[in-house]
């Protein structure tokens, strides 16, 4: 029956309906996000208990679903882009983006490789080499060159660094075997010797890229301004070699979680291509930044990378997922990834790039509608823009902290992350982070760096002004009061 029909949303006339219900929906509700609760006040196991434990038998009505959103789902939301929230870096969200995932979920191909949907190919070849230039890439990371470099889409920066370990592991196997021809050794216990090198300061997905790829990992102590230097890498290798190990790889990072430090990529690569070392460059948060001129000398170095990668679903305005990465020559990823079958064998193979052999999955979204969206609707400058307002109220808020002689900033405030805490134990940072959080008006996450217990507030929503900066600092200031006063009650009745 039509009405069934049209309640299954099978027609393209309900979808219209349902279609711009939705957009009304998710611009009111961008609109108006800060109205709503930062973190949601909820349990868990709170969802269950409001929806049926069994799938309908009969299809509803599109309206009964959007009835839901308010009842079941908003309630359990922490909203990421709301003026308040500080914690973790940011995510991205952008009008752009979103209407890109929606021609993105329309198209609904799986590009595996360039027959499968050759503009899915082509716009990702495309839009990375526009992002490598908008960062000053050297050109050997650029499709443009004609060499055998260049840029591809992964979900995420742990799958770059993953995709990177895993690479270097394959040609140190190759390399090892050529160098040592009557060894005879199986590839699992050549691996067993690999080792590779990160920062203590680095993501935990660092060392989790070691366990996946089945190598050893050995994160080294930064020097006091916590960057890895050329000079550390260098002692570390040696001590492995002495101990019959074969160091094959780096995972540098520019921007670090905990307090966003910088490894000397410019000290660091020099060592690595003495030593042959593949390294790799994360600078998953700060290197959206990189395409401003002002922050561009962080990534000096770079030239000496095998492969970099950012986030622009982090700080340039693009929805999650959209990890860019880059490599200088595609070939070693390729031999690391290769498994070819028939079925998806096609005729132009060898002339333009099957990106199934450049990450871990097989099949692939439509990720490069969203940047290229983002980049033809903000332009560079707006991009900048976006980048520098986020710099300049961090900086804002990190003069509010320098002007109380009670608060300390372990750390130099950089882009836009500020780590501080009381002059005081980690105790009392560890409770005023606690208060802070239960009280919710803000939502910041703490870290540890040093044996210092510190509060990491970042710059995050796009919806974020200069007033929402003086509101979360009186806050901090609010909590720090009430903590004060209950130690005098304490106090008080000790005495």
């Not at 940011?90 to 209407?99: E, H, K, L, R, W």
């Not at 986030?311 to 290769?338: G, Q």
């Amino acid at each position: 029956s039509l009405l069934q029909e049209r309640s299954r949303m099978t027609s393209s006339e309900e979808f219209r309906k349902f279609g711009t219900a939705m957009i009304n929906y998710v611009a009111d509700y961008l609109d108006n996000i800060r109205d709503r609760p930062v973190v949601p006040q909820v349990s868990p196991g709170y969802l269950a208990k409001m929806i049926p434990t069994t799938a309908p038998e009969k299809a509803e009505d599109w309206k009964a679903v959007m009835e839901d959103i308010e009842k079941v789902i908003m309630p359990g939301v922490t909203h990421w882009h709301h003026p308040q929230f500080h914690a973790y870096f940011p995510t991205a969200n952008s009008y752009p983006g979103i209407v890109a995932d929606i021609l993105s979920g329309a198209i609904a191909c799986i590009g595996f490789s360039w027959i499968a949907s050759p503009a899915c190919t082509e716009l990702e070849m495309v839009t990375m080499d526009w992002l490598g230039k908008m960062l000053n890439l050297p050109k050997e990371f650029l499709f443009e060159s004609k060499g055998h470099g260049g840029g591809v889409i992964q979900g995420t920066a742990s799958e770059a660094t993953l995709v990177a370990v895993l690479s270097a592991r394959a040609r140190a196997v190759r390399q090892y075997k050529a160098e040592h021809p009557d060894d005879n050794l199986e590839d699992g216990l050549i691996m067993s010797k690999l080792i590779c090198y990160g920062s203590k300061q680095a993501h935990s997905s660092v060392e989790r890229a070691g366990l996946l790829a089945g190598v050893k990992m050995r994160l080294l102590e930064p020097d006091q301004d916590f960057s890895l230097t050329g000079d550390i890498l260098s002692s570390a290798i040696a001590e492995d070699r002495e101990k019959g190990l074969i160091p094959f790889c780096l995972i540098s990072t520019l921007g670090t979680t905990s307090s966003c430090a910088y490894d000397h990529i410019l000290s660091l690569g020099p060592v690595c291509r003495e030593e042959g070392l593949w390294m790799h460059v994360d600078a998953a948060y700060a290197g959206s930044s990189f395409i401003c001129p002002e922050f561009r000398p962080l990534l000096d170095g770079v030239e000496l990378a095998e492969s970099f990668n950012f986030n622009p679903h982090k700080w340039m305005l693009v929805n999650f997922d959209c990890s860019a990465m880059w490599v200088r020559d595609s070939r070693l990823i390729v031999d690391a990834f290769n498994v070819d079958p028939m079925y998806l064998k096609h005729r132009h193979q060898g002339e333009i790039p099957d990106y199934r052999h450049w990450h871990i999955p097989l099949g692939r979204r439509f990720r490069s509608l969203k940047l290229w969206f983002v980049m033809r609707l903000y332009g560079v400058e707006g991009l900048q823009q976006h980048i520098r307002t986020q710099v300049k109220l961090a900086e804002q808020f990190a003069d509010l902290v320098a002007k109380d002689s009670r608060f300390e900033m372990p750390v130099p405030p950089t882009m836009g992350l500020v780590c501080f805490r009381l002059k005081a134990s980690n105790a009392v940072n560890e409770t005023l982070n606690k208060n802070i959080n239960d009280t919710g008006k803000i939502h910041i996450t703490p870290s540890m760096i040093r044996e210092k217990y510190i509060l990491r507030f970042a710059v995050c929503s796009r919806f974020t002004v200069l007033s929402d900066i003086t509101l979360a600092w009186q806050e901090v200031l609010d909590q720090v009061q009430s903590i004060t006063m209950v130690k005098q009650v304490d106090t008080e009745k000790m005495e």
